[in-house]
C-alpha cells in the first residue's frame, strides 16, 4: 500500500491509474502510445515510459521486449535531453541513456553516444565525455562527414576544458595540443565539404589555443584565415555586410582575442598586418563599434605596425564621443 501511494505521487494519481490498467491488460503498447511527447505534458510522457518500463522488466526476456525496454529508456533520455540546462535533468537524462547502451550496447547508435557525450561535457566528466565522442567518432566514419567535424570540434573542446582547469603546465600543455590537432582535423573535414561557417569556428578555436600556448604569431595565422574566408565569401558585397553576420561575429571575438593577448612589437606579423589592414580597410564603422577600451588598444595595435596616421584619428574620435557623452568616467579609466 505505501509502495502504491508513493507511486501514485511521484506518477500523478489519474495518470498512473490509467497506466495502471494498461498494465493489467498486458496492453504495454498503449502505454508507450501515451509516453509519445505530442500527445501530453513532459510529466505525463515520463510517466508512461516508466510504467512501460515496469512491465517490460516484468515481461518473459526476449530479445524483442530487450529492444523495446532499450527504446522506453533512450526515450526518457531524449525528454530529459530537452531540458539539459539544468543539472538534475541532465543527470536523469545521463542515467537513462547508460541504462539504454547496457541493453543495447555501444556499436551501432552513433547519434545518441554524441548526445551522451555532450550531456558529459556539460557535466564537466571530460574524460568519459572524450571516451564516449571517441566511439562515437569511429561508427560515424564513412557514414557521415560532416557529424564527424562535430565531435572533432567536441572532442577539441573537451580537451581544452580540462586544460584549463589543470594546474600542472606539462600536462595542460600537452592537452591543448590534443586540442588543437582536433580543431585542425575538424578544420579539414568542414573545408573538404565547404562547410564555411563551421571551417572558420575551427580556425577561431585553433588560434584561441594557440594563444593558451602562448604562440602568438600561429595564432594571428588562424585568425588572419578567417578575414580572408569572408573576403572570399562576400567578395565585392563585403561591405555590405550586417554586423551579426557569424563570419564577422568570428573575426570580432578573435580581434578581442588579440587585444587580450598584449600584442607587442616583435608579434608584428605578416598575419597582425593582414588582420588590422583587412579591418581598417573594410570594416571602419565596426571600429567605432567597439568599447573603448578596445578602440583604444586598436589604436595601438595600429601605430605598432606602422600606421600612425589611422591610429591618431581612432583615437581623435574617441576622444570626441568621450566629450560629446560628458563621460564622467573619464580617459584615465579607460586604458
Given amino acids: 500500500e505505501?509502495?502504491?501511494?508513493?507511486?501514485?505521487?511521484?506518477?500523478?494519481?489519474?495518470?498512473?491509474?490509467?497506466?495502471?490498467?494498461?498494465?493489467?491488460?498486458?496492453?504495454?503498447?498503449?502505454?508507450?502510445?501515451?509516453?509519445?511527447?505530442?500527445?501530453?505534458?513532459?510529466?505525463?510522457?515520463?510517466?508512461?515510459?516508466?510504467?512501460?518500463?515496469?512491465?517490460?522488466?516484468?515481461?518473459?526476456?526476449?530479445?524483442?521486449?530487450?529492444?523495446?525496454?532499450?527504446?522506453?529508456w533512450n526515450g526518457i533520455g531524449d525528454l530529459y535531453y530537452q531540458r539539459k540546462e539544468c543539472k538534475e535533468e541532465r543527470d536523469e537524462a545521463i542515467a537513462a541513456y547508460e541504462r539504454y547502451f547496457l541493453l543495447v550496447g555501444r556499436e551501432e547508435d552513433f547519434s545518441t553516444l554524441g548526445t551522451l557525450g555532450e550531456l558529459y561535457?556539460?557535466?564537466?566528466?571530460?574524460?568519459?565525455?572524450?571516451?564516449?565522442?571517441?566511439?562515437?567518432?569511429?561508427?560515424?566514419?564513412?557514414?557521415?562527414?560532416?557529424?564527424?567535424?562535430?565531435?572533432?570540434?567536441?572532442?577539441?573542446?573537451?580537451?581544452?576544458?580540462?586544460?584549463?582547469?589543470?594546474?600542472?603546465?606539462?600536462?595542460?600543455?600537452?592537452?591543448?595540443?590534443?586540442?588543437?590537432?582536433?580543431?585542425?582535423?575538424?578544420?579539414?573535414?568542414?573545408?573538404?565539404?565547404?562547410?564555411?561557417?563551421?571551417?572558420?569556428?575551427?580556425n577561431f578555436h585553433s588560434g584561441h589555443i594557440c594563444l593558451k600556448l602562448r604562440n602568438v604569431d600561429d595564432a594571428l595565422k588562424f585568425f588572419a584565415l578567417i578575414s580572408q574566408t569572408i573576403v572570399e565569401v562576400h567578395g565585392e558585397n563585403i561591405n555590405e555586410m550586417e554586423s551579426d553576420d557569424p563570419l564577422l561575429e568570428r573575426l570580432n571575438a578573435a580581434l578581442r582575442l588579440v587585444f587580450r593577448g598584449g600584442i607587442s612589437k616583435k608579434n608584428s606579423s605578416e598575419a597582425l598586418v593582414a588582420i588590422f589592414e583587412f579591418y581598417s580597410s573594410f570594416f571602419p564603422r565596426h571600429v567605432y563599434s567597439l568599447t573603448m577600451k578596445e578602440r583604444i588598444e586598436f589604436a595601438r595595435i595600429l601605430s605598432l605596425l606602422g600606421n600612425h596616421q589611422q591610429s591618431i584619428s581612432i583615437l581623435e574620435m574617441t576622444l570626441k564621443n568621450l566629450l560629446v557623452k560628458e563621460d564622467v568616467a573619464g580617459p584615465t579609466d579607460l586604458i
Fill in 2 to 72: 505505501n509502495i502504491l501511494s508513493a507511486k501514485q505521487s511521484m506518477y500523478g494519481q489519474k495518470d498512473y491509474r490509467l497506466g495502471s490498467t494498461y498494465q493489467c491488460m498486458g496492453n504495454v503498447e498503449a502505454i508507450l502510445m501515451r509516453s509519445v511527447p505530442q500527445r501530453g505534458s513532459f510529466s505525463q510522457s515520463i510517466i508512461y515510459y516508466r510504467l512501460a518500463i515496469e512491465s517490460y522488466e516484468l515481461s518473459p526476456t526476449n530479445e524483442s521486449y530487450e529492444q523495446k525496454l532499450a527504446n522506453a
Fill in 121 to 202: 561535457f556539460m557535466n564537466e566528466m571530460f574524460d568519459l565525455s572524450i571516451e564516449t565522442f571517441q566511439k562515437s567518432l569511429q561508427l560515424r566514419k564513412d557514414k557521415d562527414e560532416g557529424g564527424c567535424g562535430i565531435i572533432l570540434l567536441s572532442i577539441g573542446q573537451c580537451y581544452e576544458r580540462k586544460a584549463d582547469g589543470m594546474q600542472d603546465d606539462d600536462t595542460s600543455k600537452m592537452l591543448y595540443e590534443r586540442a588543437l590537432q582536433s580543431y585542425e582535423e575538424a578544420h579539414g573535414i568542414f573545408k573538404s565539404i565547404k562547410h564555411i561557417q563551421l571551417a572558420v569556428d575551427s
